[in-house]
């Protein structure tokens, strides 16, 4: 498991690179560069300790050995000039393996500030090479921040999809195993890992946690295993063969370094990566594998390809080329799992349509649907995996098809853990099938919720042989141990409020609509007012009560609270119902099960309308829910209610934080301009393709007195260089306009798609030189003192007041030596993590209320 104290150094060596290297990619390759080069300077001292010579730096290159670059005697400049040359030139030291030789290849120093160098290998020296799984962990954290590759279309794929894609396919010691698309070798070095695992005396598959039934743990910090599996059962001959059956192809010689160095340090000493173009190559073509793993790139490079022609789908689409490709590189008892987009599932192209047939009739067994939040934060794109295995397809009439509704994360940008995870069950029951065409026995899928077979001459008959697992599976049964009411049969009264609101005046009693009504909570600020008379009309139909219960029904449909006496008197429009339980159902209760995932979908799937989908109260009163007993209910809200105290605890450590530097006199005041670039250019992206997925960012996706912000939304590059902000990865961006100004709204760019976002244009974007850090600035624009001046010298009227860029260009920061910010925001990172501490109690007991909820369903 990766440490907290390795992750923290690797995010400070990234800190100490953002303002002499500011793209992701590049940060990644100077610290991989780095910390080979370390780690040949820790062998060599080694092999001195133990008696024996020094392997790699020898001869002419013994002068760049790495503990000369700490030598006290040796000013900044030198220090910087000798790494710069070493890195260059030790891609032709004869004393190293090929491998490392194809690290260093075309390596360079790309800053020439020798105190932002020296600050950096200070870091990268506290890392040592001592073969341990730990490194290979820190080496997956890294490669966390390479969330897409640019206009290539490929996204990384997450740790624990790969393990459940490997855990499908079972590769074997002697297969032959490829990734036509290798990308970081995470596909490859996870069915390594799977192989040792299997053949290793430790290994107890029964108790054994596999990585997507893992929890506790976030994406960027899931690790392979952790009982560092050694495969002691695998003879010489075995091991070696399986070094040389795993391999990978990338066209990029970026990912290329960056695979050869991932699975060095995960175990495999020369490993076979090649720079290849798997669409227009020919060289490979008669080089066929018995397993295949892939997520390859989900659209054509700019200019589209131009293939060779002895694939058997004429097409010039990569995802349509790849899955073929991969279906006709198989071995005769070959299998894959290969990650595609929406367009290969349903898609009405001709190639699409073709590709759809040729996988049913000879190598498609199976469909896996996965939520379309897998990639977040880099993409909200919607994929599948296809299961190919050209034995099984050959003993079945049938295609199984599965959907994972939850991963184990939720599908916010941050995919914090939560405790829904249909991996393990999926993985069962695939298991299941695949013994039921080996035992020739047949399978029943009756009774398992979202999954079913499918005849192949079912899904051939369709004149798109559309693959959409929706289409084909059964409903979610109902397994509680409770009996189920219809909800008319619950309540005295189930009516809505106003259908034609009485008129507006400036004050008067409160008419209150769906946007006032949230999850255990009334919130009153944008509301309308009515005359005392009208109210009283109104609410003689509604007749709202403490006790009574209120449903959202138009608009965003399913919120749901208790009205209670603290409450003010109001009555409703239209988008709210209005429910009055009768005594056998606890009033808490009910809002409760109204607000399961299990309503909220059905809610949702009932809806109808054009312009603004609704529920109609005759579906809304057939809603059937699970009556306990009244004690049962009251228990159960009792204990929902223990959860809830927690939240509110930890919600007001969330909520008063705010991040403070306490300032030394003694420090230099320096102007903002002076320290960063304020608003770039836009220009530096104009050369990218109109087509490149860019993150989009309004103003209400930066959140107030937070540091992050979380880039949800994409859109093309061409459809938001004219008329918006531009800005990159770790730029600061400041909210220029009343009352967002005032109220604190600034956040650091932080996982953008492609590291280029676009945004209001009422951003002010700051960009730090090598004088200061990012989070420095943010920390003193989102000071009190700057606020309130800001404030003093807005410009403009009304609602529209600005605070001048030239104010902030000339506002004052104390600026210490870059350690010496280092040190403070490394205090504050701390304070930060209590709160995401306390964050993480809100949804974990966020998560136990839902379970609760979800126990009463079954």
Not at 173 to 191: N, R
Not at 313 to 335: C, M, Q
Not at 597 to 611: C, P, T, Y
Request: proline share 5%; with cysteine; hydrophobic share 35%.
């Amino acid at each position: 498991m990766l440490d907290t104290e390795t992750k923290r150094r690797i995010d400070t060596a990234r800190d100490i690179l953002v303002g002499k290297v500011p793209d992701p990619k590049s940060q990644v390759e100077q610290i991989t560069i780095a910390l080979i080069y370390k780690f040949m300077d820790d062998m060599d001292l080694e092999s001195e300790e133990l008696g024996g010579d020094r392997s790699f730096f020898k001869g002419e290159f013994e002068k760049y050995a790495w503990r000369r670059i700490f030598d006290p005697r040796m000013g900044g400049f030198e220090i910087l000039n000798m790494y710069s040359e070493a890195i260059m030139k030790m891609n032709v030291n004869p004393n190293i393996p090929q491998l490392f030789r194809d690290i260093f290849k075309n390596a360079y120093l790309p800053y020439r500030d020798p105190e932002t160098l020296k600050a950096f290998l200070k870091i990268i020296n506290d890392f040592n090479y001592d073969h341990s799984e730990k490194l290979g962990d820190a080496f997956e954290y890294l490669l966390s921040v390479l969330g897409s590759q640019g206009e290539a279309g490929q996204f990384r794929t997450p740790r624990h999809i790969i393990d459940f894609m490997v855990a499908i396919i079972d590769p074997k010691k002697e297969d032959v195993i490829l990734d036509p698309a290798c990308g970081t070798a995470g596909f490859l070095i996870s069915s390594y890992k799977h192989i040792l695992k299997n053949n290793s005396s430790n290994y107890d598959p029964e108790t054994d946690t596999r990585t997507f039934e893992t929890k506790d743990q976030s994406l960027s910090e899931l690790i392979i295993n952790s009982k560092n599996y050694k495969g002691d059962k695998l003879t010489p001959d075995e091991r070696s063969r399986l070094a040389k059956n795993i391999k990978g192809y990338d066209i990029s010689p970026d990912m290329v370094r960056l695979s050869l160095v991932n699975m060095y340090l995960h175990g495999l000493q020369a490993p076979r990566i090649a720079e290849y173009d798997t669409l227009t190559s020919e060289d490979n073509w008669n080089e066929y594998s018995d397993v295949i793993l892939a997520n390859p790139p989900f659209m054509s490079p700019k200019g589209g390809i131009r293939p060779h022609k002895r694939f058997s789908i004429s097409s010039s689409r990569s995802e349509v080329l790849f899955v073929d490709y991969i279906a006709e590189h198989l071995t005769p008892n070959g299998k894959a799992a290969v990650i595609v987009p929406e367009g290969i599932i349903f898609q009405s192209g001709t190639a699409y349509k073709n590709l759809r047939k040729m996988l049913v009739e000879n190598y498609l067994v199976g469909v896996i649907s996965l939520p379309a939040g897998v990639f977040q934060p880099y993409s909200g794109v919607k994929t599948s995996i296809l299961l190919l295995d050209k034995t099984l397809s050959k003993k079945t009439d049938k295609i199984l098809f599965v959907k994972i509704e939850s991963d184990g994360f939720d599908l916010g940008a941050q995919r914090r853990p939560i405790k829904q995870n249909d991996l393990p069950y999926a993985l069962e029951a695939i298991q299941e099938y695949f013994n039921s065409i080996i035992s020739v026995k047949e399978y029943n899928a009756d009774d398992k919720s979202n999954i079913n077979t499918v005849g192949k001459e079912v899904l051939l008959d369709q004149p798109e042989t559309n693959l959409s697992s929706e289409r084909y599976l059964v409903e979610i049964k109902y397994r509680g141990n409770w009996p189920l009411e219809k909800l008319e049969n619950l309540c005295s009264k189930i009516t809505d409020g106003s259908h034609n609101p009485p008129p507006k005046r400036d004050n008067g009693k409160l008419m209150l609509s769906s946007q006032n009504i949230f999850n255990n909570e009334l919130r009153i600020d944008k509301v309308r007012y009515i005359s005392e008379t009208d109210f009283i009309t109104e609410n003689r139909r509604t007749g709202v009560k403490p006790g009574d219960v209120l449903l959202t029904i138009v608009g965003t449909i399913g919120r749901c609270l208790v009205i209670t006496d603290s409450m003010p008197e109001f009555t409703l429009q239209r988008s709210v119902a209005v429910l009055k339980p009768l005594d056998n159902i606890n009033s808490n209760f009910l809002s409760y099960l109204l607000q399961s995932n299990h309503i909220h979908n059905l809610l949702n799937s009932e809806a109808k309308g054009v312009a603004q989908k609704g529920i109609y109260l005759k579906d809304l009163k057939d809603i059937n829910l699970p009556l306990p007993p009244l004690s049962v209910q009251e228990e159960i809200v009792a204990e929902i209610d223990s959860y809830q105290k927690i939240i509110d605890g930890a919600r007001q450590v969330v909520d008063n934080y705010k991040p403070r530097i306490d300032i030394d006199p003694e420090w230099e005041m320096v102007e903002l301009g002076k320290v960063c670039e304020i608003n770039p250019k836009k220009s530096e992206v104009k050369d990218y393709s109109e087509n490149l997925e860019v993150s989009f960012v309004p103003m209400a996706d930066v959140n107030e007195n937070q540091m992050y912000f979380e880039p949800g939304q994409s859109k093309k590059l061409g459809e938001v260089y004219k008329g918006y902000t531009y800005f990159k990865d770790n730029d600061v961006l400041l909210a220029q306009v009343t009352p967002c100004f005032e109220n604190g709204k600034a956040g650091l760019a932080q996982n953008l798609i492609n590291g280029i976002g676009f945004g209001s244009s009422e951003y002010i974007v700051l960009r730090a030189n090598d004088k200061t850090r990012p989070k420095w600035i943010y920390l003193n624009i989102t000071s009190d003192n700057f606020r309130q001046l800001g404030k003093e010298r807005m410009t403009g009227t009304g609602g529209l007041q600005r605070v001048p860029k030239d104010f902030v260009s000339s506002y004052k920061i104390p600026l210490p030596s870059i350690e010496i910010q280092s040190n403070v925001i490394e205090n504050i990172d701390l304070e930060i993590e209590s709160v995401e501490t306390n964050k993480n109690l809100i949804l974990a007991f966020e998560q136990k209320i839902k379970d609760r909820i979800a126990k009463v369903w079954g």
